[in-house]
Every structure is written in C-alpha cells, then in structure tokens.
C-alpha cells in the first residue's frame, strides 16, 4: 500500500489547518490503537526560546494535543528540549497555558534521563551523545513547521525529533559536516522516528533558517504515520526535491518510510496547488555535498540494518 500525506491548503489559520488535517486523517486512518492506554510525547520545535517564527505555533499545538488527548492515552508529555532554554520558549509561546488546559506533563528533555547513542564523526570515529530516554520509550508526536535549513536544507517532522531528543550541550556533535549529519539524523531516527508526524505550514521560514530567516505565508498543514513521506512531500512543497535532502535518502534506505512521491497518496488538497517555493539557505549549493566519503561509507557498510 502506499504512504499516506493529508494535506490541507489553504489553512485560515494554524490551529484550524492542523484540526483539518488531523481530521481528515481520522477519517482513513484509526489511530485509537496507536494512543490508547500509552505514553505519548508531543514534541514541539523551539530551537529558538525568543523568536516565534522559528517554533511552533501555540495554535497548532493546540489542536494536536485535543485530538491526542481524545484517543485516551495513558499519559501526555508536552516535551522539548530546546537549543536555548526550553522554559523561556514554553513560557513565550504560550504552551505553558496549554499544558494546564489539556492536562499534560511539562518535560526539559535536556534534563530527562540519558541514554547513550552512538553518531559519527566526519572521519567515521563514533562519537557518544546523550538521548532523553522518554523520547526514546514513549509514542512520539512531532509538531513542527516548514523551515529552511543551513546544513540539510530543510527542516521538517525527523529532524525536529532527532535533535530535539539530544541533550545540551551535546546537540551541536551532530553538526559534523554535510555528509556526518545527514547520516547522523538518518541514525537517529531509526529509534526516534515520529508515530505521528504534523507540520503546520500555515507560515513557514525561507532563507537563513532554522532560526533567523524570513516568514512564507504558506498557509498548508500536513499529517501523516509515516515522516519520511510526510517530510518529503514537505519538501516538495517548499520548491526543493526529496532526492536533494540527504538525510531523507539515508532513511529511506534504512526502511524508515517512503520518499518517492509516485510512491504516496497525497490525500486531500492538491499538490501543485499548494506548491510554494522557499528562498534556500544561502549554502544550498553546499549542502547538496552530502554524498558519503570513504570513511562514512565504511560506517555505514558495518551497520546492521541493510541499505534495501
């Protein structure tokens, strides 16, 4: 069967373009058994604790955590652990207020318990980070929104949970050059890969993301149960090819999900019509230089899980 993305455009705001979305998934797919009786953590993106366009919206959070919440759960963890200070961001966005509205539990995953994981750098020497073990163990909701990215092009549902679930001060060893970190997010997401992956694009960041680029009034929402597609219908929206993203390429070699757009029912809005494409980073040529080197490539030759 292929991979389902649904998509809303044009969204009339974030929280409703998400609700829509998250509905017209409801309507393919059940997700009861994916929530019911579980520990679920919602993972926004804040890599910025000041800087609204660079996190995820208030409104978006909101509706997936209604419709998380409605499926029964055992226990909701609203969860992040920011590049900046995690309590600052839930404290400017808004979430705080959400948390006490639906319920949930508030977690720094920067001060979760760690659990090793192995990454690479550019040479092929493993390097040691520590991962929050809730991330780890619980069902994993990703709500971020379409950005532009400086090493990997754009930034989407994967990397917001792979990054996110390293803990300070060790998020920047993954940064190891544009082949190391697109092999490292690839890695990462093979025990960090969202269940539940929602972008809310109702205005998405072009130009100098993830953190300090210019607002896209994109007004488009996206949901789906596999990432890899979600992401890389993502990013064909954004005017970039998944082929061009190269921790997407790795990933879809290591069985995480479907890339291919002739391979993924786009369910709802019209793909064509919600195309919108980004300013790219100022290093997009540069970025495209993910292609593994030797020592990379014996890594990866030495992996369990096989390239497929």
Not at 38 to 65: D, I
Not at 154 to 176: C, E, F, M, Y
Request: charge should be neutral.
């Amino acid at each position: 069967m292929k991979a389902k993305v649904y998509l809303v455009h044009p969204t009339p705001d974030h929280r409703e373009g998400v609700r829509a979305a998250l509905r017209l998934l409801a309507a393919y797919q059940d997700l009861g058994p994916l929530f019911r009786g579980e520990q679920v953590l919602v993972k926004p993106n804040c890599v910025s604790s000041h800087r609204q366009l660079a996190a995820t919206h208030a409104g978006a959070l909101e509706a997936v955590l209604e419709f998380v919440v409605s499926h029964d759960p055992k226990r909701v963890i609203l969860g992040e652990g920011s590049a900046e200070d995690t309590s600052a961001a839930f404290r400017n966005f808004g979430y705080l207020e959400l948390a006490r509205r639906y319920g949930v539990e508030i977690l720094d995953l920067n001060r979760d318990e760690p659990v090793p994981f192995t990454i690479y750098a550019a040479s092929g020497r493993p390097l040691e980070v520590p991962v929050s073990r809730t991330a780890l163990e619980s069902v994993r909701v990703s709500v971020a929104l379409p950005k532009t990215h400086d090493t990997v092009v754009i930034t989407a549902s994967l990397k917001n949970l792979a990054v996110g679930a390293i803990q300070r001060p060790h998020k920047w060893d993954v940064h190891q050059g544009y082949p190391a970190i697109n092999l490292n997010l690839a890695l990462l997401s093979r025990r960090l890969s969202p269940h539940l992956a929602v972008i809310d694009g109702h205005v998405g960041m072009e130009g100098d993301g993830p953190v300090a680029g210019t607002p896209v009034e994109h007004r488009v929402s996206l949901v789906g149960t596999d990432p890899v597609a979600v992401d890389a219908v993502v990013t064909y929206l954004m005017g970039f090819e998944p082929g061009e993203v190269g921790y997407l390429v790795h990933a879809v070699r290591l069985g995480l999900g479907e890339a291919n757009l002739r391979e993924i029912e786009v369910v709802g809005a019209g793909l064509e019509a919600a195309r919108r494409p980004y300013r790219p980073h100022r290093t997009f040529g540069e970025q495209l230089n993910w292609a593994l080197p030797p020592a990379l490539a014996r890594v990866w030759e030495g992996l369990a899980a096989p390239w497929g």
